[in-house]
Structures are given as structure tokens and as C-alpha cells.
């Protein structure tokens, strides 16, 4: 059965911190890995790896796959209250387009 | 980006009623969709995979009986909970998978249903 882990389950940062979520996965033909964003409804799309080592960036946001090891972490730099929200890490895997979820990081980013 | 709808956004219902929920890719054709429940505080749990004229594919442990899908056109899937129980109270999330080149996953904005 495939499996993603992410950790911490929840972290509380204060604004302007640098925050690192993880996220691992054990899942049979792995195709890709992305991460999202979930406030109060639908998660919103971030990134999505299919190479190791080659980093994704956007504005402060930034992720990275390591397919050796079978991680993946998604970094946010000079965080903001607006940051403060679930992250959740999905693996695609097999033929199916099937996407498992992780547990999700809740983040909260105070003042 | 692509879009996908549900409506409703939010259902209130009593318990032995049934309810549909619907997914509608708007600006593209999707041949499978998927639907996902979320509880509170936890992540999205797949609970079938919609293809469009032919039947759903449930995972482990979800009742097709209970839960009908029916994915009748390119931009249309329905979820149908019957004779709702007030643990089918959820956060029920659509995804409409966008074929090439991207083979991206496209959400809907999701539906809360609470079964009193």
C-alpha cells in the first residue's frame, strides 16, 4: 500500500521565520510528488517534482526531491500570516493518476 | 490555471435522505475525475475514481452502494450519498484530471455536507 509521511504534523513559527516541511513516501511506481496549499477549502496546487535535485521556486517558496531517499521538502522563507495554512504533500503513483495524501504540516505563522 | 466547480458549496440534510453533489470541469474535458473525502483535521482520503462512461472505481472499504457515482459526460461526475448518516458528515472534494501534456489534477472547491 503506498504511504506518505509528512512531519511535523503541526508548527507555529512567528512572521518572518524560515520554516522547512518534510514530507517521505513509500509507494510502488512513482511518477510524481506535489505539494499544496490548504486554507479553508480545496487545496491549491504549489509544486510538482518528478526530478531529484532540481529545485522548484516560487516567490519565497521552494521545494526540492530527493528520489534516493525518498523525501521531499518544501521550504518557506520570510514567512507571513498569510502563510498560515495546511501543506499537503501528494505522490502520484502507478497508471492510474491516483494521488495519496500525507497527513499534512499545519503551519501557523504569528505576529 | 483550469477551473473546476461543485455545487453545492454547502448541504445541510436530514439523516435517511440522500444527497448529489456534483463536479463540473469547465474548461476542459476530463475523462476521469476523482472524489475525495476530507474529516476535520485530516488529510484527503480517496474515494473513487470516476471515468467517464464506464463505472467508478472504489478504493478499500468504501460502499459503492452507498456512495453512487456516475460520471455521465467529459465535464460532468456526480457523487450521490444515500440515505445520508450523520457520520457521512464531511468535506467532500472533487479533482478533474487534465490530460496531456499536463496530466495535471485540477480541485474543486469542495462541498460540506453535514447530516443532522
Known amino acids: 500500500e503506498d504511504k506518505v509521511v509528512q512531519s511535523p504534523l503541526s508548527l507555529v513559527v512567528h512572521e518572518g521565520d524560515t520554516v522547512t516541511l518534510n514530507c517521505s513516501y513509500e509507494v510502488t511506481n512513482f511518477r510524481s510528488l506535489l505539494w499544496y496549499k490548504q486554507e479553508k477549502k480545496a487545496p491549491t496546487f504549489l509544486f510538482m517534482l518528478t526530478s531529484s535535485g532540481i529545485e522548484k521556486k516560487s516567490g519565497r517558496l521552494s521545494s526540492i526531491l530527493d528520489k534516493k531517499e525518498l523525501f521531499s521538502i518544501l521550504n518557506i522563507t520570510a514567512t507571513q500570516t498569510g502563510d498560515s495554512a495546511v501543506y499537503l504533500c501528494a505522490v502520484l503513483a502507478g497508471t492510474a493518476s491516483k494521488l495519496t495524501f500525507g497527513t499534512g504540516t499545519r503551519l501557523q505563522v504569528t505576529l | 490555471g483550469a477551473v473546476v466547480s461543485q455545487h453545492p458549496s454547502w448541504v445541510i440534510c436530514k439523516s435517511g435522505t440522500s444527497v448529489k453533489i456534483e463536479c463540473r470541469s469547465l474548461?476542459?474535458?476530463?475523462?476521469?475525475m476523482f472524489w475525495y473525502r476530507q474529516f476535520p483535521k485530516q488529510s484527503l482520503m480517496l474515494m473513487a475514481t470516476s471515468n467517464e462512461g464506464s463505472k467508478a472505481t472504489y478504493e478499500q472499504g468504501v460502499e459503492k452502494d452507498k456512495f453512487l457515482i456516475n460520471h455521465a459526460s467529459l465535464t460532468l461526475s456526480t457523487l450521490t450519498v444515500t440515505s445520508a448518516h450523520p457520520e457521512d458528515s464531511s468535506f467532500y472534494i472533487c479533482s478533474a484530471l487534465r490530460g496531456a501534456p499536463t496530466y495535471e489534477q485540477y480541485f474543486g472547491p469542495g462541498t460540506r455536507l453535514t447530516v443532522t
Open positions: 474548461d476542459f474535458q476530463a475523462t476521469t
